[in-house]
């Protein structure tokens, strides 16, 4: 019985290699840049993530962008157009892309590794294990091949962000010691791992860490977030990392939140074109 269980295993590793997936988050509900998008524009945002998904996050050309619209190029540039006016599409030296793809879009763990804590917390250890027969393993080695493959990707992957990060971060610079003192600052709390997390990914990157803290300064000091004492702020650390709010100017009303200035932006731009 327990052979049979684990040959499911495996069947249904196979499966989730073929079935590719992306993240969508509920935030979007509420999101007013999204929710502000025409019924066809927001069809055609979500289409192109999954084109993006398919593409390791970046657009293929127009012409492959209108066959998997199933639209005319011209109508696709439009739609492109449209969608990076509204902050949802990014340009990218690579090409464009949806917007923060790589943090949304995060490359999570492989189904081996998944696989074996499931069977950990059912205390199957691997002497415990028989052996799979060979027409199971002949039926999913494809499946086992792609997984030992992805698995040892993941195992990499760490390895070389970590070299990424020491390439990027000058010595002496402590992103620790910047991340509580922003964090501090902020008036609202919450997610503080997630927090760190962004600021580590885009510091020196995207922004360095002077301008950074000296616009986190003047919202932190803005009438708008210190009306209340702070109450009325809609954004943690975290969304505002993830908003890059260092390239906006303080908000004027605590009722309007960095994602509401953005799409009212991206609309008044639309106006003016049309």
């Not at 962008?65 to 006016?85: G, K, Y």
């Not at 028989?130 to 494809?142: F, M, Q, V």
């Not at 301008?211 to 650390?237: F, I, N, P, T």
Request: one cysteine or more.
């Amino acid at each position: 019985m327990c052979g049979l269980w684990i040959a499911d295993d495996y069947k249904i590793m196979a499966l989730q290699e073929q079935l590719p997936w992306l993240r969508l988050y509920v935030s979007v509900l509420n999101c007013p840049k999204v929710q502000r998008l025409p019924a066809p524009l927001f069809k055609h945002w979500i289409n192109l993530l999954c084109v993006a998904r398919s593409q390791d996050g970046i657009l293929p050309g127009i012409a492959d962008i209108a066959f998997a619209l199933r639209i005319d190029v011209a109508e696709a540039e439009t739609v492109v157009a449209r969608l990076v006016d509204a902050c949802l599409i990014d340009r990218t030296e690579s090409g464009f892309m949806p917007h923060n793809w790589r943090i949304r879009q995060y490359r999570s763990d492989s189904s081996t590794e998944r696989v074996r804590r499931h069977r950990l917390k059912r205390n199957v250890t691997e002497t415990d294990e028989p052996e799979i027969g060979a027409d199971s393993l002949k039926r999913y080695g494809n499946g086992l091949e792609q997984n030992r493959s992805d698995s040892d990707k993941s195992r990499q992957e760490p390895a070389r962000l970590a070299s990424k990060n020491e390439q990027s971060t000058p010595p002496g610079f402590d992103c620790e010691i910047f991340f509580e003192r922003c964090y501090a600052r902020h008036p609202k709390k919450g997610r503080r791992n997630i927090a760190m997390q962004y600021l580590s990914e885009l510091l020196f990157r995207e922004v360095q860490p002077e301008e950074l803290e000296r616009m986190h300064v003047q919202w932190c000091e803005s009438d708008a977030w210190k009306h209340g004492g702070g109450r009325y702020v809609k954004q943690d650390l975290a969304e505002w990392i993830l908003d890059k709010g260092w390239r906006y100017e303080p908000l004027t009303s605590g009722t309007q939140s960095l994602s509401d200035r953005a799409a009212a932006q991206a609309i008044e731009r639309m106006r003016n074109k049309g």
